[in-house]
Nanobody, 128 residues
């Protein structure tokens, strides 16, 4: 099991910002797709942003488009999720995910079944 190390969660008021980070082993980071999923209380885990680490092409769920930005740092094998204008409905556990190197997807899609490796999750709490 690959070790995806997440950090950056926390508690903010609505309208605030947070940045999540996820560092992967180099053989995972360079495979193709990494992304961020979230699971709110009583909800299914949903894909909100993905990035192809080779081309930096991205895709977002409509609920976060224009507020969240996913990016990658090849030198650090790390992806980020910059979250601005946070809303109470963004309150969730956020998970970093990566595809297995044997499956080189393009473009990347926010499909849970495409991702084989998962981080431990980091909590984001947004108060109104």
């Amino acid at each position: 099991q690959a070790n995806l190390v997440e950090s950056g969660g926390g508690s903010v008021e609505a309208g605030g910002s947070l940045r999540l980070s996820c560092t992967a082993p180099v053989y995972i980071y360079s495979a193709s797709c990494m992304g961020w999923f979230r699971q709110g209380p009583g909800k299914q885990r949903e894909g909100i942003a993905v990035i192809h680490t080779g081309t930096n092409s991205t895709d977002y769920d409509d609920s976060v488009k224009g507020r969240f930005t996913i990016s990658g740092d090849n030198a650090r094998n790390t992806i980020y999720l910059q979250m601005n204008s946070l809303k109470p409905e963004d309150h969730a556990m956020y998970y970093c995910a990566a595809v297995t190197p044997s499956r080189r997807f393009f473009p990347c899609k926010r499909v849970r079944g495409d991702f084989s490796y998962w981080g431990q999750g980091t909590q984001v709490t947004v108060s109104s």
